[in-house]
């Protein structure tokens, strides 16, 4: 609780930075506003209000919201398969989203059906298939988890290849689309993308959470005592992948290519508070979200009113943190 209160703390605080300078006593007053609908009217500046509510807060709740699914599918992802080097974009996920997304934006970009929501749409088919490729391939044909493993990574890097020729032939515009769209980015994100993919994270996490006890008898003794235990090895393994591809596509299909997080996230938990999934679990989505909020809102800050894209700055951001967890308290590290 103390962890989700800082975290919320820090989503405050975060949404009052910016060009346009607002205080935390504006931004209570807009929430007040909107949360009463209407009832309660902010006296503040109109255009301060509109870019709080339409630009700022879509932002940090979509930060918040991303950062957790992603730390969450790599849970999910590292504890089914009994690899701590295991994540989203490690098993293809994010490298066939980025080519759907590719393709929509060469081929059908303003398609009439879905409008906007072609591009998202098209990465989320593309990234769910990529998925369902590699885990078919594992369990169908019994193979284990080290050959799903490096299946995900050869689809990651065919994928990548095939994102590739399509930029070379791609014009430029439409070569700056693709580009900006793998880089993930928050801009222009509205509450209609922060609403579906909240409300995944939010009917996922507590199926998740009840299947603690089960992920922890998996990943400390193996199936054979997961299943002297009383755990559906299988079952258990295929919800784990429904729950963490559906988490990483959604969020991906929105915001682009966002790799590292799903990896970090769920170590730097680890890192602190061990690996029991009771604890590592909802523990893991803040750590994930809290990160992704600190490297967006540095990427909007640094060097504004330019704008780095939060894919490329999550790197800087947490890969430092993460070796400093691994050499620091390297005797606590999951194996």
Known sequence: ???????????????????ARTNLSELF???????SFGAIPAEIDARLAQILIHLRLPRVAMALVTGGSLALSGVLMQAITRNPLVSPYTIGVSSAAAFGASMAIMFGFGFSG?????????????????AVL??????????????????????????SALTAAIQFVATQEQLSQVVHWTFGSFNGIGWDAVGISAAVLFIVFPLVQGKAWALNALISGGDEVAQSLGVNVMLLRAMSTVFAVLLAAVVISFCGVIGFIGLVGPHVAR???????RWLIPFSVICGGGLLLIADTLGRLLFSPAIIPVGIVIAFVGVPIFLHLVFVRRSEYFA
Do not use: K, N
């Open 1 to 19: 609780m103390v962890s989700f209160g800082g975290l919320v703390l820090l989503a405050g605080y975060v949404a009052i930075l910016g060009i």
């Open 29 to 35: 007053a807009v929430l007040i506003e909107h949360l």
């Open 114 to 130: 879905l409008g906007r929501y072609f591009i998202p749409f098209s990465a989320f088919i593309f990234a769910l298939g990529c």
């Open 134 to 159: 590699v885990f078919s391939l594992a369990w169908f044909r019994g193979m284990g988890a080290q050959t799903m493993v490096l299946t995900g990574i050869a689809l990651m890097y065919l994928f």
């Open 271 to 277: 890192l602190i508070i061990g690996a029991d999934h």
